[in-house]
């Protein structure tokens, strides 16, 4: 009544949906692994995680274009920031940024959609302001290029082709351009490292970049990367996470072999 | 094909060769298609954003409709203006947790259900080693188990977890190649689109100057 008077939207939509109620136990759980974590981590409690291999790929290719006085190129995938894929991006971003304000290395951000560009901006001034060269940041460092893909992928192979970075990393969420990109970075032979959780698009990278950050390793680089105790906590309680679904698909396995079939339908979502 | 027709289609091949003559190396041509597609694209989207979000979700909603609550977006939107502005520019910082914090909030339950909860049922189905599915069957528990080591982060990939996890890497590999030539083939037959398309302009072409030709349009 309350919300069709003030805001006039039909009652009739049920505010809670029973029929997705393992959803929200299931999310339940899951989040109750992350605060776990995040709480540990908090208190300073050492979390291990293991050192990916493609960040060394990073710190390499940065080392590369300083050695050659050549820019570094970050694409941070084409999504809005609405992407997790994104945010994690903006995170390397930040690290990356620090990176080149050490080696006092040009670096460009060309971007995809208005809303990552003050993101994008805020992390490469943060950046270097962690390396304490706040003056060496450069505002043209950011660029909006345009909203369409294609134009977009057009644009960003332009600057590879005219600025001739010497390094390119390709890191967020990415579509059809991957290639095209990946392709041209390639024949300009500068350095390339790539990660994005779109695995229809990891193939291109695996076949056009040096190094390729696959899947989920991307959000573990930026956890890893920032060494903030929420990211390390997060990272922590969604490995427990993969460990009960491991179990669940093992045991879900058995008992459907043996008959057994209220375990899987409770995971039935209509 | 009337000539008005007959200029934008020879606009069309001419911009499909500027751009294809890419491949020889970087130059003028290229260049200009380049930033002619930059240029267009950014002033098609200010239109269709315009058009297709701010006049039907703030000018109909607001003043039409009546919908005041539509005035809450749009004042978050106003604000990230402030980013003009040295002084003001950290307001617009509401609006951009304000947009995250939706966005997130509404992607999380979804991305459970359609990419663990799914996935999982569709994974979990009788295992039968008498029948070739059966077999299948186990094989997928095996792989998706095995890939899944390879994402565990919380220990190092040694030993039986190593094993697993070098199992994960190569089904993903397999996985990865097969992608790579569906792609490659959905890519070959866009280039043959197009150049299918050069070969239907070239006979149009053709026909168009000697239809000129003939009515003495030319002379």
């Not at chain 1, 997705?20 to 050492?46: D, E, H, M, Q």
């Not at chain 1, 006092?104 to 971007?111: G, S």
């Amino acid at each position: 009544m309350i919300s069709y008077f003030i805001l006039n939207i039909p009652s009739a939509i049920p505010w809670f949906d029973f029929n997705r109620i393992n959803v929200l136990i299931t999310l339940a759980v899951f989040f109750c692994f992350l605060l776990y974590f995040i709480g540990r981590a908090k208190k300073g409690k050492s979390l291990f995680i293991r050192r990916i291999a493609g960040l060394d790929a990073i710190e390499e290719a940065v080392g590369r274009a300083t050695e050659m006085g050549r820019p570094i190129l970050y694409i941070p995938g084409i999504e809005d920031m609405d992407n997790i894929q994104t945010v994690a991006s903006m995170i390397i971003l930040g690290n990356v940024a620090k990176m080149a304000a050490t080696y006092e290395t040009p670096l460009i951000v060309p971007i995809c959609r208005p809303f990552v560009v003050p993101v994008a901006e805020e992390s490469v001034q943060q950046g270097y302001l962690a390396a304490g060269k706040p003056d060496a940041y450069d505002k043209n460092s950011v660029r909006y290029i345009s909203d369409e893909q294609f134009a977009y992928t057009a644009g960003v192979n332009g600057i590879m082709l005219r600025e001739r970075p010497a390094a390119n990393l390709m890191f967020g969420s990415f579509f059809a351009e991957s290639l095209l990109m990946a392709e041209t970075g390639f024949s300009t032979g500068a350095i390339q490292v790539a990660g994005t959780a779109n695995i229809h698009q990891l193939p291109f990278f695996v076949v056009a970049c040096d190094y390729t950050i696959i899947g989920e390793e991307l959000y573990a680089v930026s956890a890893y990367l920032s060494k903030e105790p929420k990211l390390l906590g997060t990272l922590k309680g969604s490995d427990l996470a993969k460990l009960v679904i491991m179990i669940i698909l093992v045991l879900g396995a058995i008992l459907i072999t043996a008959n057994i079939l209220w375990f899987k339908n409770w995971f039935f979502v209509q | 094909m009337t000539l008005v027709e007959m200029i934008w289609t020879s606009s069309a091949a001419l911009l499909t060769l500027f751009t294809f003559s890419y491949l020889y190396k970087d130059n003028p041509f290229y260049k200009f298609a380049e930033h002619l597609v930059v240029g267009v694209s950014a002033g098609y989207f200010a239109i269709i954003l315009y058009y297709g979000s701010f006049v039907p979700k703030v000018i109909d909603t607001i003043f039409k409709q009546g919908w005041w609550y539509y005035s809450i977006p749009a004042a978050l939107g106003i604000l990230m203006w402030t980013r003009f502005s040295k002084k003001f520019s950290w307001i617009s910082r509401f609006s951009l947790a304000f947009y995250m914090g939706i966005a997130v909030g509404v992607s999380i339950p979804l991305t459970l259900q359609n990419y663990v909860l799914k996935h999982l049922v569709e994974t979990t189905r009788p295992i039968n080693f008498t029948s070739l599915n059966g077999i299948w069957q186990f094989l997928v528990v095996v792989f998706v188990f095995s890939t899944l080591t390879y994402f565990f982060f919380s220990r190092e990939h040694k030993g039986a977890f190593g094993v697993s996890a070098k199992l994960g890497i190569g089904v993903l590999m397999i996985a990865f190649g097969a992608g790579f030539g569906l792609t490659v083939m959905g890519r070959v037959s866009l280039l043959a689109e197009r150049v299918l398309f050069l070969k239907d302009y070239l006979v149009e072409l053709k026909y168009f100057l000697y239809m000129l030709f003939k009515y003495g349009i030319l002379l």
